[in-house]
């Protein structure tokens, strides 16, 4: 089990730069979810999927944020223009829907730097 | 929005002593979780609480989910230096949502 992959895990960008964020979840994990994680607010819900399907949008900051999710393996989350106010850790996790105990497997995050 | 309070926000004890840390809401939620951080990386679930009352240990760390199923609470026996991190507590949304909140966490640092 290769775990929740991330990458970059360092990005530093200019303001009103394109940023995107990958992921790929565990195999057979059919819920991703994208947080970002700061000082001030903590660990906030952007957006999930389930079965590559777009359920919960409502954590999306605002329009310059936009996540996909093409297939079962694979996730994107996208920012463009950046700001400054962006800079935080990105984590991506997955986790199955139904049997298991309850809880998600988190990625090692990006840690996104905009100047 | 859903707030879950976590106290103490950090903790410095020395190796070898016990650790409480708790978690409290004003809504009632049916499942809550502890997770630890590392510095540079995320998130590891620790214990996973479905039950009112229910009291569940998962080596030398404890959890309860409290019977109002408002609050919960967390325990360390026995300290030891890689214990070291933040934990969190999380609730899920009611409703069959699998949306998670977070506390804002408990700093531990353990002085060896």
């Known amino acids: 089990d290769a775990g929740v992959i991330q990458s970059p895990r360092h990005e530093v960008t200019e303001m009103g730069q394109e940023v995107t964020l990958r992921c790929k979840p565990i195999?057979?994990?059919?819920?991703l979810f994208w947080y970002r994680q700061t000082m001030m607010r903590g660990l906030e819900l952007l957006i999930y999927?389930?079965?590559?399907?777009?359920?919960?949008d409502s954590g999306m900051p605002e329009d310059r944020f936009s996540a996909k999710m093409p297939n079962a393996s694979f996730s994107t989350l996208k920012i463009q223009p950046s700001e400054p106010r962006d800079s935080a850790v990105y984590f991506c996790?997955?986790?199955?829907?139904?049997?298991?105990?309850?809880?998600?497997?988190f990625g090692s995050g990006t840690r996104l730097t905009v100047v | 929005g859903q707030q879950l309070n976590q106290s103490p926000q950090s903790m410095f004890i020395q190796e070898g002593e016990d650790v409480s840390m708790n978690c409290t809401s004003s809504?009632?939620?049916?499942?809550w979780l502890w997770y630890k951080q590392e510095p540079g990386e995320g998130p590891v679930l620790l214990i996973a609480?479905?039950?009112?009352?229910e009291l569940t240990s998962n080596g030398r760390l404890t959890a309860q989910f409290g019977i109002t199923r408002k609050d919960s609470f967390l325990n360390i026996s026995a300290s030891i230096p890689s214990d070291v991190g933040i934990y969190f507590c999380?609730?899920?949304?009611?409703?069959?949502?699998?949306?998670?909140?977070f506390g804002k966490g408990t700093k531990l640092t353990v002085n060896p």
């Open positions: 996790a997955s986790s199955r829907r139904t049997g298991g105990p309850y809880g998600y497997t």
């Open positions: 195999s057979g994990h059919n819920s």
């Open positions: 999927f389930n079965n590559n399907v777009p359920i919960d």
């Open positions: 809504s009632i939620f049916n499942t």
């Open positions: 609480l479905y039950k009112a009352g």
């Open positions: 999380a609730v899920r949304y009611q409703g069959g949502s699998e949306k998670l909140v």
